[in-house]
């Protein structure tokens, strides 16, 4: 199956009007959310997401979700043996890719079990259930452990001869992968590839030739950071290994005193932190290019989406983002705390190591605010959570003809006939900037009284304006200029500006006669500068913008040049 991806669409303007917060739920259960899940349903869906990445891609360089212990979400055995909330259907529909699955050896069958307990589910449920999935979704391909645990009982074969008995069953034989080397995803859509921790690797990819982390031990809640060191140590080493390696690192452990939700989730009240909480804040900060398969307990919306959003990386800068990336933009949004500086700090490490490669304009905003914006691509708004909204976009340049003096003195002229709330405000100045300068791509941003860092943050390229006009504060910042050569009035790029894409004999006709005093080129051009109308006199040549044209050869050209030549 081929990689499902398009080209940047046409521009597109999209409003986001004024938005007052709103928080469903207390800040404190939201945010352990996104990290920790101890409910029945998640708040993310990614039942296709391998759809987009590129068939050549090996399973090695992927960044998977898993769970530790999968079978084990009904609770039996109590809560020293639960590691799950969601059932397995529920788990792939979220996105998890990598399954934990353990089996007891007992009549020539396998029942599934953690340790002594019987998870009243048998290797026949988690074989259909993941084939059902993969039916349904057949870009993907599910990775599963396959171990051996507790005793065996009442047996006339071996553990391997079972399991070939399940592999050779006609309704199960198409699904499972049977190569032992790390494949390229391509090979294995809509099928099962097993790690044997069984068989020394005759029956997959053996498990003891990963690059393995596992050490489960967690004697008291006070341990937990200790066991998150050996989590970060191990994607350290998976982010710098070699990208043929398969990587495996287990966020879990336990103990009669450190149960596996509380080693997952932290202790609030003890005021100890998690090691699905510590995972988060890693990958979100863009620690991380690749993370390996990492199985969990009880991973949250947050964590799951932080993990897959390394697999943007795969693709290239061009494509269009697919729709995964607004869910998981949203999740990984509500991670980041403290005021809007701090938001637009962490927003921007995650977007930029998660899809490298693009100018990313990014905006945390509180309370009321407008905004209207020229973008290329995708567009994405989190919710609103402590009264902050998450904005980012990316465009295919940053680039800006109209000089930052000239922006500012007329987007000044504009503020004083203004009207209406903040979002009003930021569509008519929108306009009114198209109209000036249609040539460039504007995004605005109009903020209520109070400003300051505090209250919002956003991207500044170079060549924008930041004014205040009464309770209202205005950014503009210009992007993406279209192709072609500019003459500006002054240097420094400021001023009037005129833009051609052909010669000109007699830069009069334009009003632009001995005026030009800078130059901007934006793309493949090669523009000839000539003293007289039709290309007469003394001639200069520049293929890249200059701030002061009497630096080209053959000068002075101050307000002198009359006519231009225009090749690509």
């Not at 596992?214 to 982010?239: M, P, Y």
């Not at 921007?348 to 190591?353: A, P, Q």
């Not at 941003?445 to 860092?453: C, H, I, R």
């Not at 006199?537 to 200059?546: F, H, K, L, P």
Request: with cysteine; charged share 15%; net charge neutral.
């Amino acid at each position: 199956m081929s990689n499902r991806s398009s080209a940047f669409p046409r521009l597109r303007h999209l409003a986001a009007m004024l938005v007052l917060a709103s928080v469903a739920m207390a800040p404190a259960a939201f945010a352990r959310g996104r990290y920790y899940n101890d409910s029945g349903s998640i708040e993310t869906h990614h039942p296709n997401w391998m759809n987009w990445v590129p068939d050549s891609t090996r399973l090695s360089a992927l960044s998977l979700p898993g769970t530790h212990d999968t079978m084990a979400y009904q609770g039996y055995g109590g809560s020293l043996t639960q590691t799950q909330s969601l059932d397995l259907r529920k788990q792939l529909e979220a996105g998890v890719r990598a399954l934990d699955i353990r089996c007891r050896h007992i009549a020539d069958s396998f029942t599934i079990h953690h340790g002594v307990v019987y998870l009243h589910v048998n290797f026949d449920d988690v074989l259909r259930t993941t084939i059902q999935f993969l039916n349904a979704n057949p870009s993907e391909t599910v990775v599963m452990r396959v171990k051996k645990e507790h005793t065996e009982e009442n047996v006339t074969r071996s553990f391997a001869e079972t399991y070939l008995a399940y592999r050779n069953n006609p309704a199960y034989r198409p699904y499972i992968w049977t190569g032992s080397q790390v494949p390229s995803l391509g090979e294995v859509r809509g099928k099962i590839v097993i790690l044997d921790d069984f068989g020394g690797g005759a029956y997959g990819i053996a498990w003891g030739s990963l690059n393995l982390q596992d050490d489960w031990t967690v004697s008291t809640l006070f341990d937990i950071g200790n066991k998150w060191n050996k989590v970060r140590a191990h994607l350290e080493r998976t982010n710098t290994g070699a990208s043929s390696s398969l990587f495996v690192n287990f966020l879990s452990g336990a103990s009669a005193l450190a149960h596996p939700y509380s080693v997952a989730g932290g202790h609030s009240s003890m005021g100890i932190r998690g090691v699905n909480d510590y995972a988060i804040d890693h990958l979100v900060a863009g620690h991380n290019q690749r993370a390996g398969i990492l199985f969990m307990d009880f991973p949250g919306a947050g964590l799951i989406d932080a993990i897959l959003a390394l697999n943007f990386r795969l693709l290239s800068s061009t494509t269009w983002l697919p729709d995964d990336f607004n869910v998981i933009f949203r999740n990984t949004a509500h991670t980041i705390g403290g005021n809007a500086e701090q938001r637009w700090h962490g927003i921007r490490n995650f977007v930029n190591n998660a899809v490298p490669g693009r100018y990313w304009h990014v905006m945390a905003l509180k309370r009321a605010w407008g905004a209207w914006m020229t973008h290329q691509g995708n567009y994405y708004q989190s919710d609103s959570m402590d009264d902050y909204t998450h904005i980012a976009f990316p465009t295919n340049s940053v680039t800006s003809v109209v000089g930052k003096g000239t922006l500012e003195s007329y987007v000044r002229g504009q503020l004083g006939s203004l009207s209406g709330g903040a979002g009003e405000r930021a569509v008519a100045l929108h306009g009114r900037l198209g109209a000036r300068f249609p040539f460039q791509r504007w995004a605005v941003v109009v903020k209520q009284s109070p400003g300051g860092l505090s209250n919002w943050a956003y991207s500044d390229y170079g060549r924008g304006a930041h004014l205040s006009s009464g309770d209202y504060t205005y950014a503009v910042q210009a992007h993406s200029a279209s192709e072609g050569v500019y003459l500006h009035e002054h240097g420094n790029f400021e001023g009037n500006l005129v833009r051609l894409t052909g010669g000109v004999n007699a830069l009069g006709d334009l009003g632009f006669n001995d005026v030009a005093s800078s130059l901007s080129v934006v793309g493949p051009y090669r523009a000839t500068l000539c003293e007289h109308v039709n290309l007469t006199g003394r001639c200069t040549t520049a293929t890249q913008s200059v701030s002061d044209i009497d630096t080209l050869p053959n000068g002075p050209w101050n307000d002198r040049v009359s006519s231009v030549a225009i090749s690509r």
